[in-house]
């Protein structure tokens, strides 16, 4: 009797990390097709080629957590874990990839003239990564806790999801014509991702009342992962405007020559 409601219980968490992954992968898609997957093909993007490696890699991602959500809730283990390998692979490139373009957007923003504004926008990519980076390896860390694992790796997702929340309210805000996105004119103000990033945690607070239906109380990772990305998505406004992050700035700016 124990042993049913245990495997019950399992299944039923299975099938929530997969349905997750697949809204994850949704939003990524959805909000990034009016200004990028729709454009590319019909020959109205404008950018340089790291952007195409940055999508790619990006996007690649929300697919892979995906497929490893799926082998799990279908007993393929040990795939799953051959696959870990993949993803560490991945996850690496993406880091490197992800601070290159944003350095290049900001050395961009700076030779035509948006300054701080510029600056100040770097906070925005530089944090999303960093925090992609730091859940990702606590992930690593933990992986023979799988209970951990799992909720580290959405985190990890999440916070990258933020951007394409922002590309939602873009899209609804000033609109979306062809040829258009976030990057082609001035940066838009920090403040702006407040809303969209603090809706986005939703996806915490649902993982949170899953484990409240199924564990009788949330677990510390998600008490944990909120605390944090809550914290630096407040953060930012006033990081942004310090002299200490303007010299930060200008000195990756400088990396690019």
């Not at 948006?114 to 925005?124: K, M, T």
């Not at 999801?161 to 609804?172: H, P």
């Not at 949330?218 to 006033?238: D, E, M, N, S, Y």
Request: glycine letters at 8%.
């Amino acid at each position: 009797m124990v042993a049913a409601a245990f495997e019950d219980v399992r299944n039923r968490s299975n099938r929530f990390y997969v349905c997750m992954a697949a809204a994850c992968a949704l939003l990524a898609f959805g909000a990034f097709a009016p200004t990028y997957w729709l454009q590319v093909p019909a020959g109205t993007f404008v950018g340089p080629p790291i952007l195409h490696i940055h999508g790619v890699l990006f996007s690649s991602w929300t697919l892979l957590l995906l497929w490893q959500s799926w082998l799990v809730a279908s007993g393929q283990l040990a795939r799953h874990r051959a696959w870990g390998l993949a993803a560490i692979s991945l996850a690496t490139a993406m880091v490197a990839v992800g601070l290159v373009a944003a350095i290049g957007t900001l050395s961009v923003g700076l030779a035509a003239g948006y300054g701080d504004r510029s600056r100040a926008f770097l906070v925005l990519p530089l944090s999303t990564i960093s925090l992609f980076a730091a859940f990702f390896a606590a992930a690593v860390f933990n992986i023979r806790n799988p209970e951990a694992h799992k909720r580290l790796i959405l985190l990890a997702t999440i916070s990258l999801l933020q951007a394409a929340m922002g590309r939602v309210f873009y899209a609804l805000i000033v609109g979306v014509s062809a040829g258009a996105r976030p990057g082609l004119g001035p940066p838009a103000p920090v403040s702006f991702a407040i809303v969209p990033s603090l809706i986005l945690e939703l996806l915490i607070v649902a993982g949170m009342v899953h484990d409240w239906r199924t564990r009788g109380r949330p677990h510390r990772v998600w008490l944990i992962g909120l605390a944090v990305i809550t914290a630096v998505i407040l953060l930012r406004v006033p990081l942004s405007a310090t002299s200490g992050w303007r010299a930060l700035a200008d000195a990756l700016a400088h990396l690019t020559g």
